[in-house]
């Protein structure tokens, strides 16, 4: 079955995904051949559009996932949140299957925009740009495997399993590379989009400043000596450097009404319209609203967001000015159009018919607000004053005019100030990107990962199940390849 996957996606890779004027059309017009699909400068257009396309193995289904797996989101938390996964789950098959999907795209891509005569561009430059947007897609989809399949934390050998080839009957079977190659490799991708990429002007494409977040991004999760000083550096950069229509939007409910189209996303999951958006991002959608509280005659006037979240995140959110930015009714499918009370900045109204079929259902990836949070966290970990690691946090709430965030005092202790920085990162950023995992890991209370701040039933958890089982289809049929500490394969 998984070599059969691997074929079949070739197939897709090798397929001219777009035209010129609807570049992320889910419907291929028509179909080539590797051996000639890239043999003019249209062809590395059409093969560069089409990389786009597999955004849809990036979804929201991840990132609820992770937010279950912080104790945040009550969706999709039979699995997560117990951290009871094994290798048979079919669902990591799937994000795992997905991501190496993706990296097959932009390998395609590579591939044959590399190979194309220089003389077909219309200068080395615009190759060179070409090259660093299909590197940066590559890096991005492999900084996933990292953080979710692989010890991102430890310098060791349980790494990525790294292609720059597409994958064929020949190459299937390989092991993983470690976890410091894997980190070079990555960035030695992230760094040639930095070096080539233009200045964001649109969150549908990757663009200087998100190969620049993602750097920052895997530099703050891995944390080894220098890595926080660099990561400040990267965000201190993108701040003060990044063009002026990239920006935060005063008004939080329009920004995510406007989803992918507004200034302040950087990066997102973009369909075109007609393509099914609602059933496409299942998660974002039907998933979430049914996690909610259901509408009723007694609810209807106060609804309750308990059945969405676990009990801490609950208590802060419902205290939280951004409470009603964030939180609506919404209709699932159902021949009555039940209501449910819930995240309503990703389920949108939901979608009880075709009129909300093709609704914005966006993955944002990344938002202006999070380069506040990063920026905070990061002189925290360089040891800058309590009031200058604050200052980040209120110049993003001073941004947001609907609703009025008012100014933090600065805490008494580091310890609070850390606590701090972490509830604003979940406040902020629940269920959107996977964030509040990953800071769950990073941030320490009473000695312990602040993990069991939100989880106070679990036991310590083993840091081998920090990262997900590699899948039970990829280690049965791939001999070669290492499996994770602490689980059944």
Not at 4 to 26: E, G, N, P, Q, Y
Not at 184 to 196: N, V
Not at 341 to 363: I, Q, V, Y
Request: charged content about 20%; some cysteine; hydrophobic content about 40%.
């Amino acid at each position: 079955m998984k070599t059969i996957f691997k074929i079949s996606t070739i197939i897709l890779v090798i397929t001219a995904l777009t035209s010129c004027d609807k570049f992320l059309s889910l419907n291929p017009p028509h179909k080539m051949v590797l051996d000639n699909a890239v043999t003019t400068y249209d062809g590395a257009v059409s093969i560069l559009n089409g990389m786009y396309a597999s955004t849809t193995n990036i979804t929201g289904s991840l990132y609820v996932s992770l937010s279950a797996q912080a104790g945040i989101a009550r969706a999709n938390s039979t699995t997560y949140y117990p951290m009871s996964y094994n290798s048979t789950y079919s669902a990591l098959s799937g994000f795992w299957q997905g991501l190496f999907g993706s990296i097959n795209a932009a390998n395609a891509a590579i591939i044959g925009i590399g190979d194309l005569p220089d003389s077909k561009f219309p200068s080395l430059e615009n190759k060179q740009t070409m090259l660093g947007e299909a590197r940066t897609f590559r890096a991005w989809n492999y900084a996933h495997l990292l953080w979710c399949f692989s010890h991102f934390w430890a310098d060791d050998e349980y790494g990525v399993l790294w292609r720059e080839e597409l994958a064929d009957f020949n190459n299937i079977f390989a092991d993983r590379i470690s976890v410091k190659e894997s980190y070079e490799k990555i960035i030695a991708d992230l760094d040639a989009g930095i070096a080539s990429l233009p200045d964001y002007t649109t969150s549908k494409r990757l663009s200087k400043q998100m190969a620049q977040v993602i750097k920052a991004k895997l530099l703050l999760n891995r944390g080894w000596t220098g890595d926080y000083q660099e990561a400040l550096g990267i965000v201190n950069d993108v701040l003060s450097t990044a063009p002026t229509t990239f920006k935060m939007d005063p008004d939080m409910q329009n920004m995510f009404k406007d989803s992918w189209d507004s200034q302040e996303v950087l990066f997102a999951r973009y369909m075109e319209d007609g393509s099914g958006r609602a059933y496409s991002e299942g998660t974002y959608s039907q998933t979430i609203i049914q996690a909610g509280d259901q509408w009723s005659t007694a609810n209807q006037d106060n609804p309750s967001s308990l059945k969405s979240f676990y009990p801490e995140f609950d208590n802060w959110i419902n205290a939280d000015p951004r409470y009603d930015a964030t939180m609506g009714w919404a209709r699932a499918i159902s021949s009555t159009g039940i209501l449910y009370f819930c995240p309503t900045k990703l389920a949108r109204e939901g979608r009880p018919s075709t009129e909300h079929m093709n609704d914005k259902f966006a993955t944002y990836y990344f938002r202006f607000p999070e380069l506040y949070l990063l920026q905070a966290e990061l002189r925290a970990r360089t040891n800058a004053s309590i009031a200058s690691c604050i200052e980040p946090i209120n110049t993003m709430r001073s941004k947001r005019t609907n609703p009025v965030l008012p100014a933090l005092a600065a805490p008494a202790s580091r310890e609070e100030m850390m606590e701090l920085i972490f509830k604003e990162y979940c406040l902020e950023l629940y269920m959107e990107n996977g964030s509040e995992w990953f800071a769950a890991l990073r941030f320490q209370k009473n000695s312990q990962p602040i993990l069991y701040l939100l989880k106070p039933d679990v036991t310590p958890v083993d840091p081998n199940l920090y990262c997900w089982p590699i899948p039970s289809t990829e280690t049965s049929t791939n001999n070669f390849i290492k499996s994770n500490p602490g689980y059944d394969n």
